[in-house]
């Protein structure tokens, strides 16, 4: 299932080495992010993956389901996972200044410089091998504090590493809600820096047990094009359906 | 005769270890640990109640008066699991939470037969069984009217934050800065460390209430530009601590008087949302005369894959009906729209569809 959506993304066609994409998500949970996740893991990429709002475990239970094994890739260095609520936790318990959730609690210049020299190190460590940084719920920053202005620098930081190395992907999900002016505001300022934009919604009338949201891809790059897709999510990954054909 | 013998590769699959922990059951469904909120009905509509290690938030009612009682019943509940609880809350003693939590009962199954059911013609052993005796009920029955006599040797299960105002709390160096909220968590901290819940041998949980949080006695900072970070660095602190020890916590939160992007970020950072709503709230819900009020779902999350979770029969909003002794949430019923007006000789005589006679905006 996960290849239907490669399809509906293009990403079967077109290599995602150096692209940033940006997954805008209107409703709860992230179910493209996982089916990028997947991709990356199935191509052998290495994976970097940076978390406000979840714990290891969940990446690696739902990874499970659609056939990949985060800790499996941990342990044989093909993956980092930085940051998370364990880290979220320890910030509070210990107070210690490498945390990259030390600004909570300690008075920083730069709050973000922790997280993003955690990446860099990362990510030099695999320099000529392909990899994927992947940033969950990046609005997260703005609930723990953190400026709109020093969360867009992050953003950009994080893309010139990506340009700086061609064999990388950036692939962020924002949470977007309709009453909030300073994440819409962030989310508009991001899709301008990013190459594919998946603008992931729920249906405007209610919840339904045949099909979950709708999403539209835009290329800001060629092919330059932007579809309208239903999609719908199961366990074990996503379906997608042109508009209409969902339940014929 | 002994080279002859094979050793065979099979290996007996063993069941891996139940964990045990005091008032949880596995999930069918998602194969998660679950904790019963209390309230029978509302864990059915959640897929079989909270999981462990989530948070869920509350949104009060216009008074908080019907959020009080499912605070009660979660906390009723935990005392009845013998479980660790903590109620923390600046709008009141929140020992008062804790001194009237209702009594446990012993309620008569109901037998009814649900009406339109299929005739099984396979499995017809099942048929008459009740759709509670095949989920095996996770929560007890309470009643209100009747208090709950917790045993002393219980008491020592319980804490308290916010009974006695501390004047002299330092405010934060960094971007949490509210130190009633630094206050709550080193509290929290505290308790777990002190009933050791933070290793993952434990057997027992922890129930965390935090009531009315984010009204005006935790004294945000509402005056500063941006949205108040405290309110939301607080939940995903609390989210924290909860998901990676044996905790489960619900927060209720006034939302009629925050900042609507506030609420919406709070719904954004919590695993399971509640929003109930009283008929005094709103003029068109008096037509639901049958129900005290509306439970709306506004988000479940799946902690363990991407299949959303929909509340029973696939619907969101449920009524809910608040008695003296219960509280009790069912499906929604709209009244049949009978025009209670007798209609006038003039009207019964205009034309069916033609609008020219009638006074109303409506044509049919």
């Known amino acids: ?26 409703s709860d949970g992230s179910p493209f992010l996982h089916s990028l996740l997947t991709h990356s893991a199935r191509q052998g990429r290495r994976i970097c993956l940076v978390s406000f709002n979840q714990l290891v475990g969940y990446y690696h239970s739902v990874g499970t389901r659609l056939g990949w094994n985060l800790n499996n890739l941990l342990s044989k260095n093909q993956a980092a996972f930085i940051g998370g609520l364990h880290t979220l936790k320890d910030s509070f318990q210990f107070h210690c200044p490498s945390n990259p959730f030390n600004f909570l609690f300690n008075s920083t210049t730069c709050p973000l410089q922790a997280i993003f020299l955690a990446i860099e190190s990362v990510i030099v460590g695999w320099i000529g091998q392909p990899f994927s940084l992947v940033i969950d719920e990046l609005d997260c ?45 962030c989310s508009t300022l991001l899709s301008h820096w990013s190459d594919l934009i998946l603008t992931e919604r729920g249906l405007q009338t209610g919840k339904s047990r045949d099909l979950t949201g709708t999403l539209t891809v835009k290329w800001n790059v060629s092919p330059f094009s932007e579809q309208d897709f239903h999609f719908k999510c199961f366990d074990r990954g996503i379906k997608m359906f042109a508009p209409g054909t969902a339940v014929l | 005769m002994a080279a002859n013998v094979k050793i065979s590769s099979f290996q007996k699959r063993i069941k891996p270890s139940n964990p045990n922990i005091l008032g949880t059951k596995i999930s069918a469904v998602n194969s ?43 906390l009723a509940e935990g005392a009845v699991q013998k479980n660790f609880l903590l109620s923390a809350s600046l709008n009141e003693n929140p020992w008062d939470l804790l001194n009237n939590l209702p009594s446990p009962v012993t309620e008569p199954r109901e037998t009814n037969v649900i009406e339109n059911r299929e005739e099984l013609k396979i499995a017809w052993r099942y048929e008459n069984l009740t759709l509670e005796d095949n989920n095996q009920r996770l929560g007890n029955a309470f009643d209100l009217s009747i208090p709950y006599v917790m045993p002393e040797t ?82 995903l602190l609390l989210k924290s601590i909860v998901r990676s020890t044996n905790a ?117």
């Open chain 1, 141 to 185: 920053l703005l609930n723990l504090g953190i400026e709109p202005k020093a969360m867009i620098q992050f953003f950009q930081k994080c893309h010139s590493l990506i340009q700086t190395h061609s064999n990388g992907s950036l692939i962020v999900s924002i949470g977007v809600t309709p009453l909030d002016k300073e994440i819409i505001q």
């Open chain 2, 32 to 74: 998660t640990l679950n904790v019963s909120f209390g309230v029978t009905s509302l864990d059915q509509i959640i897929d079989g109640g909270l999981p462990l290690g989530s948070l869920c938030v509350v949104e009060e009612d216009i008074y908080g008066s019907y959020a009080k009682i499912i605070t009660k019943y979660f």
């Open chain 2, 154 to 235: 219980q008491k020592a299960n319980l804490a308290v934050w916010g009974d006695t105002v501390t004047p002299n709390l330092q405010r934060g160096t960094g971007t949490l800065q509210n130190p009633n909220c630094l206050s709550l968590l080193k509290a929290i901290e505290e308790a777990i460390k002190k009933w050791e819940l933070d290793s993952s041998n434990g057997h027992n949980l922890i129930r965390i209430v935090v009531s009315s949080f984010g009204s005006p006695f935790w004294q945000f900072d509402e005056k500063k530009s941006s949205l108040s970070t405290d309110f939301t660095a607080t939940l």
């Open chain 2, 248 to 364: 489960v916590a619900l927060v209720t939160i006034p939302h009629q008087l925050l900042n609507q992007s506030l609420v919406s970020r709070s719904r954004h950072l919590a695993d399971v949302v509640i929003q109930l709503k009283s008929l005094r709230e709103d003029r068109h819900l008096h037509d639901l005369m049958d129900v005290h009020g509306i439970l709306e779902l506004k988000k479940v999350a799946n902690l363990t894959s991407l299949k959303p979770i929909l509340g029973q029969d696939g619907t969101t909003t449920y009524g809910f009906k608040a008695t003296k002794r219960k509280f009790k949430i069912e499906k929604l019923h709209l009244p049949p729209a009978v025009d209670d007006d007798k209609s006038s000789p003039d009207q019964s005589s205009s034309l069916g569809c033609s609008s020219a006679a009638s006074t109303t905006n409506l044509d049919f």
């Open chain 1, 1 to 26: 299932m996960a290849d239907t959506v490669m399809k509906a993304l293009m990403l079967d066609k077109i290599q995602i080495d150096g692209k940033s994409v940006l997954i805008v998500q209107h």
